[in-house]
């Protein structure tokens, strides 16, 4: 199985930065595709980025030019760099994978974000 956990989420002000981590452990060899979603109150869950095992991304409207997704093999670590933060950027951000074997899905605990204006 696959676990993923979020960090990196805070406060910060419009126009500003940061960086959200998300450490997979287990069989993370099968994991196929992982990436970023989030939840602003009162909303849908909203996809924002994703990146392949190929290193395929891909991106949600919202945030293309200013979000980057990436990841580190070696630490089995997948970041969301997000730039030109604004306050509707404001969300609960979630980890998610589907697995090589049966399609899962799972998601991770979530991290916060606030954008202050």
């Known amino acids: 199985q696959v676990q993923l956990v979020e960090s990196g989420g805070d406060l910060v002000q419009a126009g500003g930065s940061l960086r959200l981590s998300c450490a997979a452990s287990?069989?993370?060899?099968?994991?196929?595709?992982i990436g970023w979603y989030r939840q602003a109150p009162g909303k849908q869950r909203e996809f924002v980025a994703s990146i392949s095992s190929r290193d395929t991304t891909n991106y949600g409207d919202s945030v293309k030019g200013r979000f980057t997704i990436s990841r580190d093999i070696a630490k089995n670590t997948i970041f969301l760099q997000m730039n030109s933060l604004k306050p509707e950027d404001t969300a609960v951000y979630y980890c998610?994978?589907?697995?090589?074997?049966?399609?899962?899905?799972?998601w991770g605990q979530g991290t916060q974000v606030t954008v202050s204006s």
């Open positions: 998610r994978a589907i697995t090589r074997v049966f399609n899962i899905e799972l």
């Open positions: 287990g069989s993370t060899t099968n994991i196929n595709l």
